[in-house]
């Protein structure tokens, strides 16, 4: 499985590694969130990716979603099929795509047909989404929020998006088989305990009690979602705790889960 987490800021013209906008790309062809779609995909992504899935919908991932349809509009020959919650299509409509915004690309069509789909997922409800079986699980956010177990027949790995303490997304991933990685968030550094929890985020002291929970052997961790202006600190506190399988995803790489 191949595994991006797309750049969303450049300095100098290149892409840094500051992460103020959350999307992943699996295999140049399904977008896990949005944040940064529409202006840091390459030009193959651009034509593959058809299917976008969303943890949630604050605005670091799906900002870059209204842009990425708007790009398309005029060559698409089948829609852009929105995998989320009711909870946050229901958001994308009411205060996104509401004419005030952004237009309503549901009730718009190029000379095609519709440019965009809605396809509810429930927690729990394995889905198809392309080439790839999904499994959405409730994690413990200030909006409602899903991570997921994604698999594409050779891999697995669980993705939690943003989120606090959980349980429900540990039981799934100790009890889905295997992982070949598991990607999880860790938004601000321990003194910013306070933030943390009123946001529902995880600190490095946070994320290592969690991972007592989690129990995947020898699979890899990759920290996800770090918030920029605290990215140095977070992540000499997030080394500090010695757990050797646990690495920071890097912006832009192309991993090979
Ligand atoms: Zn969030």
Same mark, same amino acid.
């Given at each position: ?20 906008? $959350?999307? @992943? !790309? #699996?295999? +140049?062809?399904?977008?896990?969130? /949005?944040? *940064?779609?529409?202006? =840091? ?43 989320a919650t009711d909870l946050v299509i229901n958001v ?53 929020? $899903?991570? @997921? !177990? #994604?698999? +594409?027949?050779?891999?697995?790995? /669980?993705? *939690?998006?943003?989120? =606090? ?93």
């Amino acid at each position: 499985m191949k595994f991006q987490l797309l750049p969303s800021s450049f300095e100098d013209g290149l892409p840094s590694a500051r992460q103020h906008l $959350t999307s @992943f !790309i #699996v295999d +140049d062809r399904v977008a896990i969130d /949005a944040g *940064s779609l529409g202006f =840091a995909v390459s030009e193959r992504q651009r034509e593959n990716v058809r299917d976008v899935l969303l943890t949630h919908a604050h605005l670091d991932h799906i900002a870059g979603l209204p842009l990425f349809i708007d790009d398309l509009f005029s060559v698409l020959t089948e829609p852009i099929r929105i995998h989320a919650t009711d909870l946050v299509i229901n958001v994308l409509e009411r205060d996104i795509f509401n004419w005030s915004v952004y237009p309503r690309f549901s009730e718009l069509s190029n000379a095609n047909g519709a440019v965009i789909e809605y396809h509810p997922i429930a927690p729990a409800a394995e889905t198809q989404i392309a080439h790839l079986s999904i499994r959405p699980i409730d994690v413990n956010h200030q909006v409602p929020s $899903t991570g @997921f !177990i #994604v698999s +594409d027949g050779n891999s697995l790995i /669980a993705i *939690s998006g943003d989120t =606090a303490e959980m349980d429900g997304f540990w039981e799934a991933s100790n009890s889905a088989g295997k992982l070949n990685a598991l990607l999880v968030e860790c938004a601000f550094p321990n003194e910013l305990e306070d933030l943390a929890l009123s946001s529902c985020h995880m600190t490095p002291d946070r994320l290592a009690r969690e991972l007592s929970k989690f129990d995947g052997g020898d699979c890899p961790i990759y920290v996800i979602n770090m918030k920029p202006m605290y990215r140095d600190r977070t992540i000499e506190q997030l080394n500090a705790l010695a757990i050797e399988r646990l690495r920071i995803l890097d912006v832009g790489k192309i991993y090979d889960f």
